[in-house]
């Protein structure tokens, strides 16, 4: 009966290298959120699946960015060529019930990014 | 757009004593949810409470309660009977559809022993 989990729990990487983020959802959450925590923007949505649609990635802050999300399950997202702004840490919520925002989002325990 | 402000940065309240946080949100429809979330050191972002717009009763868990003024946008945690856990981050949010949270700036509340 496992919430959210995210991996790694911290991830310390070198400016310009490329970084995956994993998120595993509650199973049976068919909608699966990542959500991006820094001190200076506060929290700030990234992404959003939901079952077989197209993600909504309106909240991707550049082409760096991007996610993927496998067999209706675990998501992953990658950061290429990782500057110093993207230092924070990412939230990962799932859902259960489709097409309603009636269900609560659940949070997973962050990866915390720290750029060098 | 939707958004949330916390006017609050910090808070500071006896043990045992109530403490009330203050949020209050922007949007254009009129049918969306409102919630607080709590995010301890640990990082963990755990759900407090919500409040379905269309209901005029305000939601109670326990020791939280809310103050909704559906005409004002306001959105109010009442924190009864602190404890030293209840210190952490608290978060004000809305979301309206099946779409993302938006979130305030974040109150710290601290609980004085």
């Known amino acids: 009966g496992a919430g959210v989990s995210q991996s790694p729990s911290n991830k310390v990487t070198e400016k310009g290298k490329d970084v995956e983020l994993r998120c595993d959802p509650i199973?049976?959450?068919?909608?699966l959120y990542w959500y991006r925590q820094s001190l200076g923007q506060g929290l700030e949505f990234l992404i959003y699946?939901?079952?077989?649609?197209?993600?909504?990635k309106s909240g991707l802050p550049s082409d760096r960015f991007s996610a993927e999300r496998t067999g209706g399950s675990v998501s992953t997202l990658t950061i290429q060529r990782t500057q110093q702004e993207d230092s924070a840490v990412y939230l990962c919520?799932?859902?259960?019930?489709?097409?309603?925002?009636?269900?609560?989002?659940?949070f997973g325990p962050g990866t915390r990014l720290t750029v060098l | 757009a939707q958004t949330v402000t916390q006017s609050q940065p910090e808070m500071s309240v006896q043990e045992a004593e109530t403490v009330t946080l203050s949020c209050t949100y922007d949007?254009?429809?009129?049918?969306?949810?409102l919630f607080w979330y709590k995010q301890p050191p640990s990082r963990q972002m755990i759900l407090v409470i919500r409040q379905e717009a269309y209901k005029q009763q305000n939601a109670t868990e326990n020791r939280f309660s809310v103050n909704f003024q559906k005409a004002a946008k306001s959105f109010s945690l009442k924190i009864s009977d602190s404890q030293l856990g209840d210190a952490a981050m608290y978060f004000c949010a809305v979301i309206q559809g099946a779409q993302k949270l938006v979130f305030g700036q974040g109150t710290r509340l601290t609980i004085n022993p």
């Open positions: 919520a799932s859902r259960f019930q489709a097409g309603t925002s009636t269900d609560t989002q659940y």
């Open positions: 949007t254009s429809e009129s049918d969306y949810y």
């Open positions: 699946f939901q079952g077989n649609s197209a993600p909504d």
């Open positions: 199973s049976g959450h068919t909608a």
